[in-house]
């Protein structure tokens, strides 16, 4: 016999409890809107109603993927980013709220006919909460054909934006930016590259660890192989045009940052800080 809408919502934050009250109750509110196809508000409405049969069904399928490990993006096929629903496919990782800060340090630094390029699209996450602020011309690279796929369904809406995605690597010779942004002022690169030290990868929640694609996560022995590659391969050729470059850091890394950036003296840069203090996103312009 179904419980009532508020014995189930009780019983999934039990069953979620050691996630923490707050964490458990907004999973909770995530499984049983997913599983019911019903707003949060309807849900309200319907508070001493029971769950119909069908609802039941798929709120314990549900249940047990998330209590086995399962992030929750993976399981509800959908994410939220920079305030938009995003669709997330497993195997592709899930957008971080740190690359939200990313995406407002891009967003300052626009400037009228800029080309956008990035190393690594992932989900599309950052193009697409780019092109919710304004329309871009964009390009971009990934060697995942998952996280390709997974973009080209986020990015689809935003026609008046110019997008295009490369299933390719980004150091490939046939990736031919360097052609791309040769006749191009200003140019932006951006990246949330991997940039775990394979080292740190055992200290990771396991749900990161067992699910997330290492490739989005190691990079290289140090984990700074992506910055060292993307900078001689973009700011140290002689050029006409502006260039640019955002990037994602992880924790620690500045110092490491800040003495590579300062081999390359025609640029500077400057480092924002996430939430929680650490210098996460550094921004590259122009000496
Ligand atoms: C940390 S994820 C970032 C994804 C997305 N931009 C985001 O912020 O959510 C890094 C991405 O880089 C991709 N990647 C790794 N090596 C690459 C390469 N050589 N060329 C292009 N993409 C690469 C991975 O497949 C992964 O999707």
Redesign the pocket.
Known sequence: MPQPTHQAFAMLCHELAHLGQNEAQSEAWHLLTNASEMSKTKLLTHWRDPIDVLTAKKLARLLKKRKAGQPLAYILGEWSFYGHPIAIHKG?????PE?EL?VSVVDALLQKDMYLF??????G??PMALAMIQPITYEG????KR?ISNAHINLAPHTDSQIQIHH????AKTANWRKKIAGKAPTLLI?????IPPQDIADLQSEVRNYE?K???VGGHDGLS?YRRLCKAYLSEPHQNQRFMVL?AGIHQRPAIDALLSTYPRYTWTWHQDLEGIDRVVAVKPA
């Open positions: 592709v990782l899930i957008p971080r690359t990313l990035e190393l690594g699209v992932g989900s996450a950052i690279w990934d060697v995942s996280a390719q690597s980004f150091f990246s949330n590259p991997p940039y694609p490739r989005a996560l992506f994602e």
